[in-house]
Structure formats: structure tokens, C-alpha cells
């Protein structure tokens, strides 16, 4: 599933073009350059992540796009998806200090925080450019558990915060707009919830 939700989020940028990176995104104040560099970054980290890092904070750090956005995030899906099934990656903990300092995660729980985080930014990258983002029905099937499982409440009011509150996902059954509405975004950007 991680790897289709990859898939679809290259695809999703691959359709960037010629749109300026200084459009607004769904996530939070961010532009399109910013969500970029942002994914890049924690493709890399999270790689790092697999790959045994456990003290060097920056491999998580947002990464420059410059004038290729899709070749830069094909090359950070490439590298997380390598790291993701090298040998003995999913038998360590893996360090996501963005997360918890201090513990580290099974690897199948990191592994969902980066799915989940794939499919949203991936939707985030479509609603800012245009186009629609189709991930696999099987593939929002898993993430929507996922997503539910991220604690809501009071800290995701904090200026740093992941994700913003809990929205109404509009009704419309469909599991996509469930999982964003789920974390804070509203199915119908850029129109609030």
C-alpha cells in the first residue's frame, strides 16, 4: 500500500508543470514549493529513519526543489522506498524526533506515519495544482485507520501543529475527503469546511 500511495504521489507531481510554486496548498500557509520541500525532506528522513539514524535531526530537515519538483520528489520516493525494504529495516526502531524524541517506533508504525502523511500531502499537491488525486480504493482503505488513529484535541491547536482540527468531511461518503477532513483540511479547498 505504501508503495502504490508513492506511486500515486509521483504521479500527482509529475503533473506540476508549469505551475508556480508560490501557489497556496491546503496545508496550512504553505505554498506548493514549501509542501515540496517539506515532502522531499521527509521522504529522506524517513529513509534515514529506516536505514538506522538516530541522532542527525536534519536528514528530516526540508529539502530545495529548485527547478524540478517532480525529479526531486522521484528521487526522494525512490530513496524512501529502497530504505523501506532493505534488510533489517523492519526488524530496528526507527528515531522520528518530529514525532517523539525520545522512543523510538516499530517500523510498521513508522511506516504508517509516512503512508498516511503520502496520501495527504499527495491530495495537497493535487488541490493546489488542479488535478485530481486518485489513489487506489485499497490504498484509502488502509490509510483512513490511520488517519483516525492520530490523537485530535488540544494539540493540534499549537502553532507547530501536524495537523489542524478535526473538519466536517461535507458528507460525501467518499473515504479521501474522510482522511483530510479526518486532519484538519477541508475535502472542499479552498472553500473551508
Not at 500527482?12 to 496548498?25: E, Q
Not at 503512508?115 to 489513489?135: E, L, N, P, Q, S
Amino acid at each position: 500500500m505504501h508503495r502504490q500511495a508513492l506511486r500515486t504521489a509521483e504521479e500527482i507531481t509529475g503533473r506540476i508543470g508549469s505551475t508556480p510554486l508560490d501557489v497556496a496548498t491546503p496545508c496550512g500557509e504553505w505554498t506548493l514549493r514549501r509542501l515540496l520541500e517539506h515532502m522531499v525532506g521527509q521522504n529522506h528522513g524517513f529513509a534515514a529513519a529506516a536505514r538506522g539514524e538516530t541522532k542527525d535531526r536534519s536528514v528530516f530537515d526540508d529539502r530545495p526543489v529548485g527547478d524540478d519538483p517532480a525529479g526531486a520528489f522521484a528521487a526522494s520516493a525512490a530513496d524512501v522506498a529502497a530504505a523501506f525494504t532493505e534488510s533489517g529495516a523492519l526488524e530496528r526502531r526507527w528515531w522520528l524526533p518530529e514525532i517523539r524524541d525520545e522512543r523510538a517506533f516499530h517500523a510498521t508504525v513508522a511506516i504508517g506515519f509516512h503512508f498516511v502523511d503520502t496520501v495527504v500531502h499527495g491530495w495537497d499537491v493535487a488541490r493546489a495544482i488542479g488535478v485530481d488525486a486518485k489513489f487506489d480504493p485499497e490504498v484509502l482503505a488502509a490509510a483512513l485507520p490511520v488517519a483516525a488513529a492520530v490523537p485530535a484535541g488540544e494539540s493540534r491547536l499549537a502553532e507547530d501543529a501536524a495537523f489542524g482540527p478535526v473538519v466536517a468531511d461535507g458528507g460525501s461518503g467518499d473515504p479521501l475527503d474522510r482522511i483530510v477532513a479526518i486532519l484538519g483540511r477541508s475535502p472542499q479547498w479552498p472553500q473551508p469546511a
